[in-house]
C-alpha cells in the first residue's frame, strides 16, 4: 500500500512556500518534511549546513521511537517531540498519518515560536498532501520499498 500521494510540480510548489513562509516566520534554519520511514520529501532552508537525509532518518526513528513511549505509558501518541541543544534545537511534530515536519533552529529562537507557526505550516502540508491523495486515489509511493540502489523502476513507464 503506497504511503506517500503520488505528488506533481504543482503540489512541491506548494509544499515549498509552505516551508518558506514557515521559515520566515520562525526564522528557521532549515525545515523538513519526511515520511514516516525517514525519507526526505521537501526541505527548505540551509540545506548545505545539515545532511538532510540523515537528520531524517534520525528524526523519523526518534518520533516513531516516541510512539512506542507514548504506549508504554498508556498515552495515545505524542505529537512532537523537542530536542533542545545550546546553539542548535530541532522540533518534529506529525503531519498526518504518514508525514512529519522536522524542524532545525537556533535556540535562542524558542520552542514556542516555533510551535506556534508549525500548527499553521502542518494544516498546510496535510491540506496539500490530501490534495494530491485524492487526485488519484491508490497511486503513490511506498519509499521503503523502494530500491535505492536502482531507482530507474520508479521512472519506467507501466
Same mark, same amino acid.
Given at each position: 500500500?503506497?504511503? $506517500?500521494?503520488?505528488? #506533481? ?6 509544499? @515549498?512556500? !509552505? ?8 526564522? +528557521? =534554519? =532549515? /525545515? $523538513? #518534511?519526511?515520511? *514516516? &520511514? ?7 532552508? @540551509?540545506?548545505?549546513?545539515? %545532511?538532510? !537525509? =540523515?537528520?531524517?532518518?534520525? +528524526? /523519523?526513528?526518534a518520533?516513531?521511537?516516541?510512539? =512506542? #513511549?507514548?504506549?508504554?505509558v498508556?498515552?495515545?501518541n ?6 533542545? &541543544? ?9 503531519? %498526518?498519518e504518514?508525514?512529519?515536519? +522536522?524542524?532545525?533552529? $537556533?535556540? *535562542?529562537?524558542?520552542? &514556542?515560536?516555533?510551535?506556534?507557526? +508549525? ?22 509511493? @511506498? ?13 519506467r513507464?507501466?
Amino acid at each position: 500500500m503506497p504511503t $506517500l500521494p503520488q505528488l #506533481i510540480e504543482e503540489d512541491v510548489q506548494r509544499l @515549498d512556500e !509552505t516551508l518558506r513562509e514557515f521559515n520566515a516566520q520562525t526564522d +528557521a =534554519t =532549515t /525545515s $523538513l #518534511i519526511i515520511d *514516516k &520511514g525517514g525519507f526526505l520529501i521537501a526541505h527548505h532552508g @540551509d540545506g548545505e549546513q545539515f %545532511d538532510l !537525509t =540523515t537528520i531524517g532518518a534520525l +528524526a /523519523s526513528g526518534a518520533f516513531m521511537a516516541n510512539q =512506542t #513511549i507514548a504506549g508504554l505509558v498508556n498515552e495515545k501518541n505524542f505529537s512532537s517531540i523537542y530536542q533542545q &541543544g545550546e546553539k542548535i534545537s530541532m522540533f518534529v511534530c506529525n503531519v %498526518d498519518e504518514h508525514c512529519l515536519l +522536522a524542524v532545525i533552529f $537556533l535556540s *535562542k529562537v524558542g520552542v &514556542g515560536v516555533v510551535k506556534f507557526y +508549525a500548527n499553521h505550516a502542518v494544516k498546510k502540508i496535510a491540506q496539500q498532501l490530501g490534495i494530491a491523495g485524492e487526485r488519484n486515489p491508490g497511486a503513490g509511493l @511506498d519509499l521503503s520499498a523502494m530500491n535505492v540502489a536502482d531507482p530507474q523502476s520508479l521512472f519506467r513507464k507501466k
